[in-house]
């Protein structure tokens, strides 16, 4: 023994470490396990130390001509010897440790008895030998018999901890199998990659719509179904995934193994467990059906629009440029359709349409219904011809978005030849209107001329009714009285229709007795009645007033009316009138 000396088992777990530490941050397949062994060697030469002092056994701390390992380089090294295997996870004392296998479940339960247990039992057998308590042979009886029921009870332990474990993992991989079973049934195509990258599930509905089997891409990379155009648009999903971004659904293309695009809509998720990502799953529905019949549609909607027999043209809300136009307003306005690609819409309206133009774009920022003049303009809109030939329109327009760019869809209609038909159906309306009034004027005049002699002859007659006649004569003049008063009320219909006609008819609102008039106009239809073999009654409630106020005249004319009417039109019986 050499006071102050380093003990040879000291420098021989120093260079076993210092070699385990060089290996350790390159640790992988033989050099891990080589760590391993430099680790545990330097354990079990540092453990032997520890145990030698603690029973007294100064062989267990070193050669007996060298120096041993003091007591505390003991402890130091045995813990410098944990911290090494812990310090690689995937290292094989920390991977058996702390995996959740059979056998990590066993080292996890005999390893504790077996360091610390079995050490603590020996001691203290030995310590009842020394002490004279029992002799040798039973020290060891009872050595043996403490380690075989602690080794017992951890056996009966670990084998409840591992049926336990095994129904769990039987019951994980039903659970596996089952939701294996959906994915696989899936119609949708369901494929999971790990957090590398790597494909690592692959479903029947995946295999449908690649080409690909399980067995050919699972381990490829995600990358391997995208075309090389979208490689940038795939890293950038890979990394939103990864920071816990939500994806959402989104339109792509995705690459068949004979090399073909598909067009298909995908949805990427993460992968937890224990509250760390350990992958990405990705739901691809097929959307080549609903892609081809949106590209059908988009074609019908440009054959609409190209062959609409009405000129049609798209532009640029901001800017004002012409971006389409149908083929009907190349065929009208003159211009190819690549020189109105290069025109505004202000180069289709005559220049001094201009600031009306502006002001119908500012009032209408939402497009406009069809109408013959534009807000902000005292006459119909227009457009002007590449030869010149200036034109009256009628303008539809309604706003969309095309190619990502806000445009107004419009549409024009030719008025011109409507409106001239408008002005000439104006003046011949103005014309009609003219001989109306000019024949109104002439029945009124005519009337007049008439009503002067007419009264005359009811004057005349009159007096002939005052004087002596007989009963025959005043039959007869009283007939001439009736008549000359009937001639005289069509001679003031006329008039009334000729007042109609102008505008001119007023009426003469007074008191009157509606009893007399009433009787009055019946009397005057009784004759008619009397020829024709009818009976005609006036029925007068008695809750009805006599003196009211209106036109008795216009009502004369109107109850005359409707009663010559009924009479006319009744074969036999009578006619009442109830008031």
């Not at 004279?132 to 084998?159: E, I, K, M, N």
């Not at 107004?408 to 103005?430: G, P």
Request: aromatic letters at 6%; charged letters at 20%; glycine letters at 8%.
């Amino acid at each position: 023994v050499h006071p102050g000396r380093l003990a040879a088992q000291t420098a021989i777990v120093f260079i076993c470490l210092g070699f385990a530490l060089l290996f350790l941050n390159h640790a992988a397949g033989t050099r891990r396990r080589l760590v391993g062994v430099l680790t545990g060697l330097s354990f079990l030469i540092a453990l032997f130390a520890a145990i030698g002092y603690g029973y007294g056994v100064s062989r267990l701390a070193g050669v007996p001509s060298l120096t041993p390992i003091a007591l505390h380089t003991a402890v130091t090294l045995l813990m410098l010897c944990a911290g090494i295997a812990a310090a690689d996870p995937r290292g094989v004392f920390v991977e058996v440790l702390t995996s959740e296998g059979p056998g990590s479940v066993v080292a996890r339960r005999l390893l504790p008895t077996c360091i610390v247990l079995f050490p603590i039992f020996g001691w203290v057998e030995l310590q009842g030998e020394r002490q004279g308590l029992y002799p040798q042979t039973t020290g060891l009886s009872l050595f043996v018999l403490l380690s075989t029921v602690v080794l017992a009870l951890a056996v009966l332990s670990l084998a409840k901890r591992l049926n336990r474990v095994e129904l769990e993992r039987r019951a994980a991989a039903a659970r596996e199998r089952r939701l294996g079973a959906l994915v696989d049934a899936s119609n949708e195509a369901i494929a999971s990659a790990d957090a590398d990258g790597v494909i690592t599930t692959w479903n029947r509905a995946s295999e449908e719509l690649y080409g690909y089997t399980e067995a050919e891409i699972v381990g490829q990379p995600v990358s391997a179904l995208s075309p090389p155009e979208k490689g940038a648009e795939q890293r950038q999903l890979l990394q939103a995934v990864a920071r816990g971004e939500a994806t959402g659904e989104f339109d792509t293309q995705r690459l068949h193994k004979d090399g073909s695009l598909l067009d298909v809509s995908v949805t990427v998720s993460r992968i937890m467990e224990a509250g760390s990502q350990i992958g990405s799953c990705a739901v691809t529905h097929d959307i080549r059906q609903r892609v081809r019949a949106l590209r059908s549609s988009e074609e019908r909607y440009r054959l609409l629009f190209e062959h609409n027999p009405q000129p049609m043209l798209a532009y640029d809300r901001q800017t004002l440029q012409i971006v389409a136009v149908s083929n009907a307003m190349v065929a009208n306005y003159g211009y190819s359709r690549e020189e109105f690609l290069t025109m505004t819409i202000h180069d289709l309206v005559p220049p001094g349409d201009i600031d009306a133009l502006l002001a119908y774009l500012a009032a209408n920022p939402n497009g406009v219904r069809p109408g013959p003049v534009l807000e902000g303009m005292d006459h119909p809109a227009r457009h002007q011809h590449k030869d010149g030939t200036i034109i009256d329109i009628e303008v539809a327009s309604d706003n969309l978005d095309l190619d990502g760019r806000e445009c107004r869809i419009v549409l024009y209609h030719d008025v011109t030849e409507r409106n001239k038909a408008v002005a000439q159906l104006a003046v011949a309306r103005d014309q009609a209107v003219e001989a109306s009034n000019m024949k109104s004027a002439f029945l009124a005049n005519v009337s007049h001329e008439i009503r002067t002699p007419m009264n005359g002859v009811i004057g005349m007659n009159e007096l002939l009714l005052d004087s002596e006649l007989t009963d025959e004569q005043r039959e007869y003049a009283e007939q001439v009285t009736r008549s000359g008063e009937q001639m005289l009320a069509i001679i003031n219909d006329i008039l009334d229709i000729a007042k109609i006609e102008t505008g001119h008819l007023e009426l003469d609102i007074t008191d009157f007795d509606l009893h007399e008039t009433m009787d009055g106009t019946c009397s005057l239809a009784g004759a008619q009645a009397r020829a024709k073999g009818l009976r005609l009654d006036l029925q007068i409630g008695s809750d009805v007033p006599r003196r009211v106020r209106g036109d008795g005249r216009r009502l004369h004319q109107v109850v005359l009316n409707l009663v010559s009417n009924a009479i006319k039109f009744t074969s036999s019986g009578g006619v009442t009138v109830r008031v």
